[in-house]
């Protein structure tokens, strides 16, 4: 059995589940969910001149928001830099 200095918890102490905290978490991945709603559909509402001058397209939109939430962004941020390659090659 090992000691425990005095300021110290178990690790059992340590994996109580506190259900408020559970709550706040599960209640801040909804807001975040719902504000990268907001974004995309913001994003949708511009006319296709407008996101091509920020090297995203529609299908692109569409693309970010039907994959994972934490790849949305980086799929966006990949497919401007690979036309922004495109376009100084030209």
């Known amino acids: 059995m090992a000691l425990l200095l005095s300021g110290e918890r178990p690790s059992a102490a340590a994996i109580l589940l506190n259900p408020l905290r559970l709550l706040a978490a599960w209640i801040g991945k909804v807001r975040a969910a719902n ?40 799929l966006l941020q990949d497919r401007r830099a690979r036309r922004a390659a495109v376009w100084r090659n030209l």
């Open 35 to 74: 504000a990268r709603r907001q974004a995309f559909g913001d994003l949708l509402e511009l006319p296709p001149h407008r996101l091509q001058d920020m090297g995203i397209t529609r299908t692109d939109l569409f693309d970010a928001l039907a994959s994972d939430p934490a790849r949305g962004s980086r």
